[in-house]
């Protein structure tokens, strides 16, 4: 299994721009989220889904939307790029069988820089 | 607003000696806690996870333990190796999916 992949691995993006961060996981996970990290910040989530068709806004959602139309793929969609957004973005999955007493798994990340 | 924080934001270990790194909870309804390890340009990995019911938890090399009484999670490393070198997260989970609130991060330096 290639577990949770995300592409691109980079991109600079100028202000106002807009662009889809990719994120497919191949271990038929239920729950998918996405989270920003800044530098010397924790992990913050963005949005998550628990199954297709169900999306969720999560502590930062605003300037971001996301759709989950299948199981495998959680893209991203970033509509008018600000420099605040500037930041790695992780893509994560995890099964759902444990409820919410279980370990997510997390993409490289997509490094984003917006000017 | 409650948070998930850790002491030192560097350590920096001998090889061959243990780590010992700490975190610190605020949220007394979380009964689920994860550490992961970042190495450089990756995304976390998964380590070890305890459950609140749970007082401690070993793994290969790696312990967690859990202090409820004083909200203080820790996790040991034993023999630490130059392919430990890493920020550690912890997170918690309080309930909910997207209730999971990790700290900022140690960043654990192994010289050789």
């Known amino acids: 299994n290639a577990g949770v992949t995300q592409t691109p691995k980079f991109r600079i993006l100028k202000i106002g721009q807009s662009m889809t961060l990719q994120c497919a996981q191949d271990m038929n996970h239920n729950y998918m989220y996405w989270y920003r990290q800044d530098p010397g910040m924790g992990l913050k989530l963005i949005y998550y889904s628990v199954g297709a068709g169900i999306t969720d806004k999560g502590e930062v959602p605003n300037g971001y939307n996301v759709s989950r139309s299948t199981t495998e793929y959680f893209p991203l969609r970033l509509e008018l790029a600000a420099p605040s957004q500037t930041s790695v973005y992780f893509c994560?999955?995890?099964?759902?069988?444990?409820?919410?007493?279980?370990?997510?798994?997390f993409g490289p990340g997509t490094r984003l820089l917006v000017l | 607003g409650e948070s998930v924080g850790l002491h030192l934001p560097t350590l920096s270990v001998q090889e061959g000696d243990n780590s010992i790194i700490n975190c610190a909870y605020s949220?007394?309804?979380?009964?689920?806690f994860i550490w992961y390890k970042q190495e450089s340009g990756k995304g976390p990995q998964f380590i070890i996870d305890i459950r609140s019911n749970m007082d401690k938890r070993q793994g290969q090399r790696v312990t967690v333990l859990l202090n409820k009484t004083v909200k203080h999670l820790s996790l040991q490393i034993a023999a630490t190796q130059p392919g430990d070198s890493a920020v550690y997260f912890c997170a918690e989970n309080s309930g909910g999916y997207q209730k999971v609130t990790f700290g900022t991060g140690t960043k654990l330096q192994v010289i050789p």
């Open positions: 994560a999955s995890s099964s759902g069988l444990a409820g919410m007493l279980e370990t997510q798994y």
């Open positions: 949220n007394s309804a979380s009964d689920y």
